[in-house]
């Protein structure tokens, strides 16, 4: 079922948590809210589910207008943070409740409810722990529990809000993992808030960018990391590093370091900020032709394939900054302690003087 | 383990005080009842003012606790589940029958309901009814003086669960109605017992409020509290002693009920904190 949200506003006393938002899920996606806290994505999902009333605009589903209708009656499925299982029931009877909630000529038989009930707690892994109450489940295993309750009723929507958010790190991942598995499994269309970067470019197929009530970008995982349509969005997806100096019309200029550019994107008095991001620099012994960036290393995280490394700006700049190198070359380059480095960028973004992105340059 | 014997003393200065405070006036209840045989305490139990005063009492109690039950539940939901101005207010008001004394309380209801009033004197001309005086008033102070107990257990508690599971409820096409019931009342059922235990208690004993309202009638409006203080003036200790243990008992069979339901409360919520991963 597509899911599609027309001028939606919503104010709560004299702040404004959703300002005309507009919408589109098409009908089967697996689509992230994404953006900090107090962006409005958790009130937009709860709009969508029933649970508040928009101050203004329409909520439909597949061309329905859902917006007057009540939660009750939208027949969503909704994962809560907190997954809000009903504490005095057993696993069992918490999947089963929306089933033994509807109206008498359309409730299944006893053993068609307890064949159902099975059905869902295979489909989640949770069968051995039907008589179990919530209160004696670990975070993972009551997340499951609550999506087999939210499909119970087999929504055509699904709706979840942060469904990793109180999960440790392994648990999170494997989760991730298995709800992307889940929805193949399944006909349903998924929208799922969070704030976590990786895990809304990992599971969704489209990513929106939601910022201070505002749809900042909706797009794939691909299209908002590699062509984000404004400075929150680039900011906000993955670690950046901003370097502030001067731009005399040929070379970028902060304290000791230089970096020749070809760009017009300057301001009229000179200020000219560039984005990096940790992944698009490198390290070496000398300066390059184009780039003299000296630093020093600060600190290093070796996990996985990549090995972060933090430095400290030489004659220049403000605070750490952070780059990504592989294994292999950090191997290669192997400095030793306190040795004087430079940092060479591949790519950066500019970034406007009324603070909106500029063009992508490169060291020329 | 308390080391010193300072600590000691001071335990065995806690246990004095309770013997002699507590426990020494209710044994003394009893054995006052019983001093002249059990015969006078059954000749006693049985006299037409006994039997009177026995089942105004309780009539006074069955109609108090569910009005109030009813009143509590409602009370609480709308300040925990609504957000609304005066909802501040509203919580301070319930605690007005707490605050005041329960014979200002009475007397409030006199001047209001009672036969020199405008409202009294309505009601004793176009329906014949007479509120003060009579039983009606006197369930009336009663339900008065005893309504903030239901709410006041419920309202921090419902505060505390919040409203997710409720929300979850109605997700899962659940009426308003069978959200409450299929899910609230199971989250809240023991502190609602505890608050109808207090609630009772206080209904059973009760006795300024019910005092100035009642007009002291024998055999037509008296409680137990109210028989006690008669039959004491009567200089009919046996009687006055033999009414006092029973409503004692009562009190002690409350004290056992609210013991229990206070640990099946706390056992739930041990239950509830021991996750096994």
């Known amino acids: 079922m597509s899911i599609r949200v027309e001028s939606i506003r919503k104010t ?353 | 383990m308390p080391r010193h014997w300072h600590q000691w003393a001071l335990i065995l200065a806690a246990f004095g005080a309770v013997a002699v405070l507590l426990v020494l006036p209710l044994v003394l209840i009893f054995s006052q009842a019983f001093s002249q045989g059990a015969a006078v305490v059954a000749d006693n139990l049985t006299s037409t003012d006994m039997i009177s005063a026995i089942k105004l009492t309780v009539i006074v109690a069955l109609v108090t606790v569910p009005v109030n039950l009813l009143f509590g539940v409602l009370l609480a939901w709308c300040v925990t589940r609504y957000e609304f101005r005066g909802r501040k207010l509203l919580t301070t008001l319930i605690d007005i029958p707490f605050a005041m004394s329960p014979v200002v309380a009475g007397l409030c209801y006199l001047v209001v309901y009672g036969g020199q009033s405008v409202v009294g004197q309505w009601l004793d001309n176009t329906l014949g009814l007479q509120l003060m005086f009579a039983l009606p008033g006197m369930i009336m102070v009663t339900v008065f003086v005893t309504c903030p107990y239901v709410a006041r257990v419920l309202i921090p508690l419902m505060q505390s669960q919040g409203t997710e599971e409720e929300e979850a409820a109605v997700l899962l096409g659940a009426s308003g109605w069978q959200a409450f019931w299929y899910v609230t009342l199971p989250k809240i059922r023991w502190a609602l017992l505890y608050g109808v235990v207090l609630t009772n208690a206080r209904a059973v004993g009760e006795f300024g409020a019910v005092s100035v309202v009642s007009g002291l009638i024998r055999g037509e409006t008296l409680t137990l509290p109210l028989l006690i203080q008669m039959l004491n003036e009567d200089y009919n200790t046996v009687g006055a002693f033999t009414a006092a243990g029973l409503l004692a008992a009562l009190a002690l069979v409350t004290l056992l009920l609210k013991t229990v339901l206070e640990w099946r409360q706390r056992h739930k919520i041990d239950a509830a904190q021991e996750v096994t991963p």
Request: proline residues 5%; aromatic residues 6%.
């Open chain 1, 12 to 364: 709560f006393g004299g702040f404004t948590a959703l300002d005309d938002i507009n919408l589109d899920v098409s009908d089967g996606g697996l689509v992230g809210l994404l953006g900090p806290s107090g962006s409005g994505k958790t009130t937009l999902l709860r709009i969508i589910a029933g649970l508040e009333q928009p101050d203004r605009g329409r909520v439909f589903f597949n061309d329905r207008d859902v917006t007057t209708l009540d939660a009750r009656r939208r027949r969503v499925g909704f994962v809560f943070q907190q997954y809000a299982l009903f504490r005095h029931l057993t696993v069992a009877d918490n999947v089963a409740f929306g089933l033994r909630m509807l109206p008498r000529d359309q409730r299944p038989g006893r053993d068609a409810i307890r064949a159902r009930v099975r059905e869902l707690l295979e489909l989640v892994q949770m069968d051995t722990m039907t008589g179990r109450y919530p209160a004696q489940l670990s975070g993972g295993q009551k997340q499951r529990v609550a999506l087999a309750r939210a499909l119970a009723l087999k929504p055509e929507v699904l709706l979840l809000d942060e469904p990793f958010g109180a999960l440790d790190a392994k648990v999170r991942k494997e989760l991730r993992r298995w709800l992307r598995h889940l929805h193949e499994q399944i006909d349903v269309t998924s929208l799922f808030v969070t704030h976590d970067q990786e895990e809304a470019m990992e599971v969704s197929d489209r990513v929106v960018v939601m910022s201070q009530g505002h749809i900042e970008q909706v797009g794939t995982p691909l299209e908002v990391y590699e062509q984000p349509a404004s400075r929150f969005v680039f900011d906000f997806l993955g670690h950046i590093n901003a370097l502030e100096g001067q731009y005399d019309g040929r070379q970028w200029r902060d304290g000791d370091a230089s970096l020749r550019l070809d760009t017009h994107g300057a301001c009229p008095n000179g200020d000219l900020t560039l984005y990096l991001r940790p992944h698009e620099a490198t390290l070496a012994r000398q300066p390059s032709d184009s780039a003299s960036l000296p630093v020093r290393v600060a600190g290093r995280s070796v996990f996985g394939g990549t090995v972060t490394v933090e430095l400290e700006p030489r004659g220049w700049g403000r605070g750490i900054l952070e780059v990504e190198l592989d294994r292999d070359a950090w191997r290669q380059l192997d400095p030793g302690r306190d040795e004087a480095l430079f940092l060479l960028p591949r790519d950066l973004q500019t970034v406007t003087c009324d603070g909106d992105l500029g063009p992508r340059v490169r060291p020329a």
